[in-house]
């Protein structure tokens, strides 16, 4: 397909990237958009399941919650280049910065999350534990999608322009990855409500992508291409096979259900990886900074003759 | 105090990288290794970075004769790049520490001992300006010789220039002057005479450090119409924030199926 694709026509510095390619790993940084969505998504579900009497699935959850969020402060630490003054995040709050805004929250997700899974591991407080739980599952939602425009904010040409679909495209995947944690850990007796969420993430999942991969001019090539293209193909193969699998069979085969879990879980990681790859493409080669840049430019310059235009058309008007 | 700033005149700039070097000792800015031969006509720096705060760039470009007997003609573009210091910040905006900040000159600066190198800033620079020094951890740019206007002298770069192309001065003033050097090339017929980041506009809000160039922005390496990214910033958040709605009541409503279905 890509050999076929005109290729704009566009001036660089002997084809030197204009902009410089994120400093973030991707086992870190992509790692962390998946646990920090599985965690959040994870918290909800977690809430809902201990609300309608699913003790198992809420545990599961809770750990899992706990779990994933604890990788994610691992990662978000290690990624740092002076580690040691990780603390700083939080030394200002600022809301022009979505990494000082998402340190907060997961300051204040975090404990809860821990309170939540503890409380209900050790049988401890158990008023205070649900309620932990029911804050957990508010600020998870926070979580869960935040982390778009963490990345969306940035010049990175895929991202930023996918910056209307992002939000949608995480909070799916979000929820495929709690729906399968759900299935793969809880017994089949408890599942039916992440079995709906596991559809219901899915759809909403593929169907950002799809608006995501075709709304985002130039800069959507690089969803399609290398090795973004195939993470993200292979990502939609295993959230709409594992989606399907929960809908179809996860109610019945306990095996079924935990391969469909896992599927969901592969997927949404997958989409994660896979976002993360088309940005840091899309600064590698400068066509997706100038060209779109150019165009726009193009355009103002239409607008400003058409507008002169028109000043000259009504002044002559009113001359006579 | 008034806004301080650079204008880089690349109309009569020789290549003589005095800028990169004045800045790397002053500065006291360690080395990338041993010298990298690019091939890429004078320039072996390449692209500012964390150890590069000024980048003298080289564009060789062919001129075709206008008599076929003749050869073809080479121009030569030569113009020292630097951090823009933006009126927009990205870089300042994203930066979740407060290491980046703006100083009583109105330029961008990075607080080295708060610093915790996230990167943040790398990936919202429009520019590319900003990077990590990966041996160390945090990041670097261009303080306009911070120290040195503190005590009324002018950055290093902008003093070792020998022809004028480095100007550092009061913006206002720096900008009357740039448009009167630009109206003069264009009366001597050079019609590609632009200027770049001078207006306040512009998708930046205008920078701290603007040029007179002599070709289209691309050819040098710069963004044609850089836009800073936080401007999308309150409708990125409102999306955001849907978005979580839409995640909390959604997965609440699967809880809303009653019991004993298929496999409960």
Redesign the interface.
Same mark, same amino acid.
């Given at each position: 397909m890509s050999k076929h694709r005109h290729e704009p026509e &566009?001036?660089?510095?002997?084809g @030197?990237?204009?902009?410089?390619e994120?400093?973030?790993e991707p086992a870190d940084i992509a790692g962390y958009l998946f646990t920090g969505g599985l965690a959040? !998504?994870s918290s909800?579900?977690a809430a809902?399941?201990q &609300?309608?009497?699913r003790p198992a699935l809420a545990r599961s959850l809770k750990l899992g919650a706990l779990g994933a969020i604890t990788a994610s402060a691992a990662a978000l630490i290690h990624?740092?280049?002076?580690?040691s003054? $990780?603390y700083?995040?939080l030394? =200002?709050a600022?809301p022009?910065?979505?990494?000082?805004m998402g340190?907060w929250l997961l300051a204040g997700y975090g404990p809860l999350a821990g309170a939540s899974a503890l409380s209900d591991l050790t049988g401890v407080l158990p008023a205070a534990g649900r309620t932990a739980s029911v804050g957990a599952?508010?600020l998870g939602?926070?979580v869960?999608?935040?982390t778009?425009?963490l990345i969306?904010?940035?010049? =990175?040409p895929a991202w930023?322009a996918a910056?209307?679909h992002l939000? $949608?495209v &995480?909070?799916g995947s979000? !929820?495929t990855a709690?729906a399968g944690l759900g299935l793969l850990t809880a017994p089949?007796?408890?599942?039916?409500?992440? @079995?709906?969420?596991a559809v219901?993430?899915a759809a909403?999942e593929l169907a950002a992508s799809n608006a995501m991969e075709h709304g985002t001019g130039l800069a959507g090539e690089t969803f399609h291409d290398g090795t973004a293209g195939r993470l993200l193909r292979a990502a939609k193969a295993c959230t709409a096979a594992g989606a399907v699998g929960a809908a179809v069979l996860?109610?019945?085969s306990r095996l079924a259900a935990a391969v469909s879990g896992l599927a969901l879980l592969a997927g949404s990681a997958l989409t994660r990886f896979g976002i993360f790859e088309a940005g840091r493409a899309s600064?590698k080669d400068?066509k997706y900074?100038?060209v779109p840049?150019?165009e726009?430019?193009a355009e103002k310059d239409s607008a400003a003759r058409c507008d002169s235009l028109v000043a000259g058309l009504a002044r002559g008007a009113g001359d006579q | 105090m008034p806004r301080m700033g650079f204008f880089t005149d690349t109309s009569v700039c020789i290549g003589c990288k005095a800028c990169e070097v004045a800045c790397k000792e002053w500065n006291a800015i360690p080395s990338d290794g041993a010298l990298d031969l690019t091939g890429e006509s004078f320039d072996n720096t390449s692209e500012l970075g964390a150890n590069s705060w000024r980048h003298v760039a080289f564009i060789e470009k062919s001129v075709p004769s206008q008599d076929a007997s003749a050869p073809d003609g080479v121009r030569w573009l030569m113009a020292s790049d630097v951090c823009k210091h933006c009126t927009h910040a990205a870089c300042l905006d994203v930066c979740p520490t407060g290491a980046l900040f703006r100083t009583e000159f109105d330029t961008v600066v990075v607080q080295q001992d708060v610093c915790n190198g996230c990167g943040y800033c790398v990936s919202a620079c429009p520019y590319g300006v900003i990077d990590q020094r990966k041996d160390d951890g945090r990041v670097f740019k261009c303080t306009m010789c911070y120290d040195r206007i503190g005590v009324g002298q002018e950055p290093a770069c902008a003093k070792a220039c020998p022809t004028k192309s480095i100007q550092f001065g009061e913006l206002d003033d720096l900008r009357a002057r740039a448009q009167e050097r630009v109206d003069a090339l264009h009366e001597q017929g050079l019609a590609d005479a632009r200027l770049y980041g001078d207006s306040p506009d512009d998708g930046v809000g205008g920078t701290g450090a603007f040029f007179l160039l002599m070709d289209e922005p691309e050819t040098y390496g710069l963004p044609p119409d850089p836009v800073v990214c936080s401007r999308d910033l309150p409708q990125m958040w409102r999306q955001a924030a849907i978005a979580a709605g839409t995640l909390l009541a959604g997965l609440a409503a699967t809880f809303l199926g009653r019991r004993g279905q298929r496999g409960e």
């Open positions: &566009f001036t660089s510095y002997y @030197r990237p204009v902009l410089k994120p400093t973030w959040g !998504a909800i579900l809902g399941a &609300f309608t009497g990624d740092l280049g002076k580690p003054r $990780f700083n995040m030394r =200002v600022k022009s910065s979505p990494m000082s340190s599952g508010v939602a926070g869960a999608s935040y778009s425009v969306a904010d940035t010049a =990175v930023h910056r209307h939000p $949608f &995480f909070v979000a !929820a709690a089949t007796g408890e599942t039916g409500p992440v @079995r709906r969420a219901a993430g909403v996860g109610g019945r600064t400068p900074t100038v840049q150019r726009r430019l | -």
